[in-house]
């Protein structure tokens, strides 16, 4: 004997937006609401709590540990630790919310453009390829340079990891340099070379200019000093380029004044040897993530170097950088470098910035240049040094 | 999927509550679902209570049905269409992009989806006075390169004398709050706060919010993805359902931007992040380059319509990205670079 229905709910009026109204009552009110589900928790973790029904991090947080811990069944101090989680996100959006201009991350696009217009650009020397570029490699961004072997990507990468370290006098970021290696191709002598080149055009620039700040920083700019400051990692396979990726931060919260990274040969580990192409994409991406983290928290350049392969076409084959279409996202920036008959040629490819363009470049004794040689030393300063640079020197003048 | 706890209701008490539990109980659903008659003999408890609080959890509880003309006036009412500063671009969307959607550009890298998500925010920013949030996740935001878009904007609409139209683009830089966000998990409490933030409608700085730009959803979500465990589906989910609810309940117009990889049968290239996201967005448009590789470096782009709920798909415009914003390609290009 079933007894009669009940009768209708009162009926309210109720906005017509139909959402999922089991949240709706409960709107308002700082981070709490976050749903359980977008909280970084384990999976097992996750599938027991929408099990037991638990669906804000309020009701989590309501239940403390030892009501938790019963009524999912795991112990005291795994409900404990997921408790602490679960206040440290909901404290941070609390925190965010009432702050109003909110976390280190985020700002707006005015203090943005005064941020960029105050930073400096890493130069290469090449004054195209600094044109194209628009002042020279920035940072806080990824930059990937590919090419084919012979084409002088690990010449750019030991240029910019001198001329990093170029006084801000001079036009440069003064900062220190991370060169992480995976080939093995590179030759502390060929540095010599171009740090050595580099020293001299600046003592040139001094000597032409005679002022107070280029001799104090020139007594601090030697050979020394500059290989001093360049930190060599070589590591042989992808674990060890990940580990060295994932310590980097620590790494660079010890030494501050870092503000290139380089990994000379991003491919190579990635290539050889990786059965999995599926673990391959995840993988990359999540270094692609990590990388761009560091070079924002710690105002850096990221440079990579990949290398080239063959896409078969149904007509014809291209040649085009390796690591697959993904990998085309994780870099900002993004410079090929290609042969045309005997010319060397720079095509930037990928920029949020800059027009696509293409410039010669050729690689000398003395590292890195324009295809024209700078003519006379006076002159150095029009053609080499970064042209934003300049009206201060001649207000100083 | 509630639990039921003391308070909820009136009429729901602890002892109540204890006694339900132990009869597996413990969800407002199993509540409702369960036989009353059973659970009053079970629990001894009054079946008048228990009907009672049947009826109050279902008032609370239920989706409550709309007339489809009501819903149509208040669409009417709160829907509105967003330039996108690009009028060949407006014409593919359908006069532009309606609030209340999530629309996604997706395309191969240098494609212009970051290009494109520029020119909306400060066409939005500038034309409509309204403020933006642009979630970067790629570190592609280049402020000085924003900043060429408005000024080129503000040249085309040539209403006010040259100070005010550089105030007014430094105050539409102010309009455009950039949150970097390199995580999922992120990217989740930076919506969670637009959430509360709307919610609790606090004025002060975020002003009238009408649209948030995310450059790109799939770096956060695509390291996630793959292998034996669906803990990445799962997050992506929930990220969907973020932005889905953020564009419904609160009128926003949320664009997302997509890569695209390559089908490994085919060759061809597909939008990433799969089978399961493609529901997501309501209109997709997809950016691809004029030239063939990257030998030939044009600054010309065609965008063309994967997915639309209004117009036929494989509509395609050209667009020009090389020029200080984003139009029409015309004959004589102008080439100015820095």
């Known amino acids: ?397 | 999927m509630v639990v039921l706890r003391a308070g909820l209701c009136p009429g729901l008490t602890e002892e109540m509550i204890q006694v339900l539990r132990a009869n597996s109980v413990r969800t407002v659903v199993d509540f409702v679902s369960s036989d009353l008659e059973d659970v009053s003999q079970k629990c001894s408890l009054s079946y008048k209570a228990l009907v009672a609080v049947r009826r109050v959890l279902l008032a609370q509880f239920s989706a409550f049905p709309a007339n489809g003309a009501d819903l149509y006036e208040e669409l009417k009412s709160s829907t509105a269409i967003l330039p996108t500063g690009s009028p060949s671009l407006d014409q593919l969307l359908d006069s532009g992009l309606y609030t209340g959607e999530v629309t996604e550009l997706m395309g191969a890298p240098g494609s212009g989806k970051t290009q494109v998500c520029l020119s909306i925010a400060a066409s939005v920013s500038l034309g409509l006075k309204q403020h933006v949030l642009f979630l970067d996740s790629t570190g592609g935001f280049t402020a000085s390169r924003l900043y060429q878009m408005l000024q080129a904007q503000a040249e085309d609409e040539e209403e006010q004398a040259v100070g005010d139209t550089a105030l007014s683009q430094l105050e539409a830089l102010q309009r455009i709050q950039v949150a970097r966000v390199f995580d999922v998990y992120e990217m989740l409490s930076a919506l969670q706060e637009v959430r509360d933030r709307l919610s609790q409608q606090a004025v002060s700085c975020t002003g009238p919010l009408k649209t948030v730009v995310i450059d790109s959803v799939s770096a956060v979500i695509h390291p996630l993805l793959g292998g034996r465990q669906s803990e990445g589906l799962a997050i992506m989910m929930q990220l969907a359902r973020e932005l889905k609810m953020l564009a419904k309940e609160f009128s926003l117009a949320v664009v997302v931007t997509n890569q695209v990889t390559r089908d490994s049968s085919t060759g061809l290239l597909k939008p990433a992040l799969g089978r399961s996201w493609s529901f997501v967005p309501s209109t997709r448009v997809l950016l691809e380059s004029k030239g063939a590789a990257w030998e030939e470096a044009t600054t010309r782009r065609s965008a063309s319509l994967a997915k639309s709920p209004r117009q036929p798909t494989g509509m395609q415009v050209e667009l020009d990205i090389g020029n200080s914003d984003v139009q029409e390609p015309s004959p004589a290009t102008p080439t100015e670079g820095l």
């Open chain 1, 1 to 397: 004997m079933r007894s009669p229905l009940p009768p209708p709910p009162p009926r309210f009026r109720a906005p017509l937006r139909a959402g999922p109204s089991a949240a709706r009552w409960r709107w308002g009110g700082g981070g709490m609401q976050r749903a359980v589900g977008s909280l970084p928790l384990g999976p097992a973790l996750r599938a027991r709590l929408a099990a037991a029904g638990f669906q804000t991090a309020q009701e989590l947080l309501d239940t403390g540990p030892c009501g938790l811990s019963r009524e999912i069944g795991i112990s005291k101090e795994e409900a404990l630790e997921a408790l602490q989680v679960v206040r440290q996100e909901c404290s941070g959006d609390a925190a965010r919310t009432a702050g109003g201009a909110g976390t280190t991350r985020k700002c707006t696009a005015l203090e943005l453009l005064e941020e960029e217009q105050a930073q400096g650009f890493i130069i290469t020397f090449c004054s195209a390829l600094d044109n194209i570029l628009g002042g020279g490699v920035q940072l806080t961004k990824i930059t990937e340079v590919c090419g084919a072997p012979g084409v002088g990507k690990t010449q750019l990468c030991m240029q910019l990891a001198v001329d990093v370290q170029i006084p801000e006098c001079f036009g440069g970021v003064c900062g220190e340099a991370v060169f992480i290696d995976t080939e093995g191709s590179f030759m502390v002598d060929r540095v010599v070379d171009i740090a050595a080149a580099c020293v001299q055009h600046c003592r040139l620039i001094a000597e032409a200019h005679q002022e107070e700040d280029h001799q104090k920083a020139l007594e601090t700019f030697s050979l020394e000093s500059i290989l001093s400051h360049i930190y060599y990692f070589r590591c042989r396979d992808y674990i060890e380029l990940l580990a060295q990726v994932y310590l980097l931060p620590d790494f660079l919260s010890e030494h501050s004044k870092v503000r290139l990274v380089v990994i000379d040969g991003i491919a190579f580990p990635f290539r050889h040897d990786f059965e999995d192409l599926s673990l391959r994409t995840r993988l990359l991406n999540g270094l692609a993530q990590q990388l761009i983290i560091i070079a924002n928290d710690h105002k850096s350049a990221v440079v990579l170097t990949n290398q080239m392969t063959t896409r078969i076409g149904q007509s014809q084959s291209t040649l085009v950088p390796a690591l697959g279409e993904s990998w085309g996202h994780a870099a900002t920036v993004r410079l090929i470098f290609h042969w045309d008959k005997s010319q060397r040629l720079a095509t930037l490819y990928k920029s949020p910035s800059q027009k696509e363009s293409t410039i010669p470049y050729t690689i000398t004794p003395h590292g890195f240049r324009d295809v024209q040689p700078p003519a006379v030393t006076q002159n150095t300063e029009s053609t080499e040094m970064n042209p934003r640079k300049r009206p201060r020197r001649e207000e100083e003048k």
